[in-house]
């Protein structure tokens, strides 16, 4: 059964060390960043955003477990005091297609409201169709896109 648990200290260092490197990957393949740049990017917007770690105000690190096994994790920030954000979710990969996507997005709704939240909202990649499709399952909606266009032919950059 798919539940949420606090992150402890040891996952949250374990989940850091990973996520950083994913985000900057995410950022380099959406071209938002350069691959250069990635690494650097992706620290410094971890360490301005959890500066206190799991401890850091108004953030909530759980882990997704399946009875005790760890399966994944999701980050939930109280924006305000009607709005949160989901900064990450992540199932492991051995664990995906097996609902705990859609279970982990339906208990941090029931944390939401707990929290006195009236709305959630997140980010998801471009290239990421999968989670745009189950958020949409789930009744998220798009409120805004970003979209980007290369205009110089990189033979052309000086």
């Known amino acids: 059964m798919t539940a949420l648990r606090e992150m402890t200290p040891d996952e949250f260092d374990q989940y850091l060390s990973s996520a950083v490197v994913n985000y900057a990957n995410d950022h380099a393949q959406a071209g938002t960043w350069t691959e250069e740049e990635a690494l650097g ?30 399966v994944g ?6 924006e305000s005091d009607r709005e ?40 998801v990649f471009g290239h990421n169709q999968p989670a745009r499709t189950l958020y949409e399952k789930l009744g998220y909606k798009t409120t805004n896109v970003i979209m980007a266009k290369d205009i110089i032919n990189p033979q052309e950059k000086h």
């Open 84 to 123: 949160g954000f989901i900064y990450d979710i992540c199932i492991r990969e051995q664990h995906q297609s097996k609902g705990h996507g859609e279970k982990t997005m339906k208990l941090i709704e029931g944390e939401g409201r707990k929290l006195g939240l009236q709305k959630i909202g997140l980010h």
């Open 41 to 70: 990017q992706s620290k410094q917007q971890y360490a301005e955003l959890l500066p206190k770690g799991t401890d850091t105000k108004n953030n909530y690190l759980y882990t997704v477990v399946d009875g005790a096994e760890p």
């Open 73 to 78: 994790m999701i980050w939930l920030k109280k």
